[in-house]
T-cell receptor, first 112, second 113 residues
């Protein structure tokens, strides 16, 4: 069964304190791994898609990396506005393709 | 470019009542998805449409949930009758095609009392 596990569940950082969020997955043929950001009361906002092990993508203070079993979202010198829940999801080649399987998310709080 | 639109944004109903949610996807997006997100969980797919046809509804509780996408654009998700455990955020997403990035709407927050 395809599964996504995110850790930690919650992370509290001081402004400027860099850290990483983890997403471990088991999937029968990875088509893509997706990172989304979700603010309270809003829908998930797309950040990155990673397709193969070794791939990296960056956007402002965020950098996503992918291995064969997990992905990391690195946050460098975070600011309070980076506070949100970060969701990881995978899509496989089987079944209905486009379906995303989500983890429970990591709630990030950045204090000034 | 306009994003995915959903309405209403909030809904409170009594158990055993019915409710309907509406979604308008990004223009030109052929694939439309409905997800259910329970508090503290990630979104879970309910149904996927490709144009106006159902691709996957394996996780849709068909005894009470129904969805349609007439004319391959807007979609409606209905719950009848609602149960307490249906309290959740219902998210609509769309993508250019089945293998493309999904973009989400703001969601409809449903509370069943």
């Amino acid at each position: 069964e395809d599964q996504v596990t995110q850790s930690p569940e919650a992370l509290r950082l001081q402004e400027g304190e860099s850290s990483s969020l983890n997403c471990s997955y088991t999937v029968s043929g990875l088509r893509g791994l997706f990172w989304y950001r979700q603010d309270p009361g809003k829908g998930p906002e797309f950040l990155f898609t990673l397709y193969s092990a070794g791939e990296e993508k960056e956007k402002e203070r965020l950098k996503a990396t992918l291995t064969k079993k997990e992905s990391f979202l690195h946050i460098t010198a975070p600011k309070p506005e980076d506070s949100a829940t970060y969701l990881c999801a995978v899509a496989n080649y089987g079944g209905s393709q486009g379906n995303l399987i989500f983890g429970k998310g990591t709630k990030l709080s950045v204090k000034p | 470019e306009a994003g995915v639109a959903q309405s209403p944004r909030y809904k409170i109903i009594e158990k055993r009542q019915s409710v309907a949610f509406w979604c308008n996807p990004i223009s030109g997006h052929a694939t439309l998805y409905w997800y259910q997100q329970i508090l503290g969980q990630g979104p879970k797919l309910l149904i996927q449409f490709q144009n106006n046809g159902v691709v996957d509804d394996s996780q849709l509780p068909k005894d009470r949930f129904s969805a349609e996408r007439l004319k391959g654009v807007d979609s409606t998700l209905k719950i009848q009758p609602a149960k307490l455990e249906d309290s959740a955020v219902y998210l609509c997403a769309s993508s250019l095609s089945r293998a493309e990035t999904q973009y989400f709407g703001p969601g409809t927050r449903l509370l069943v009392l």
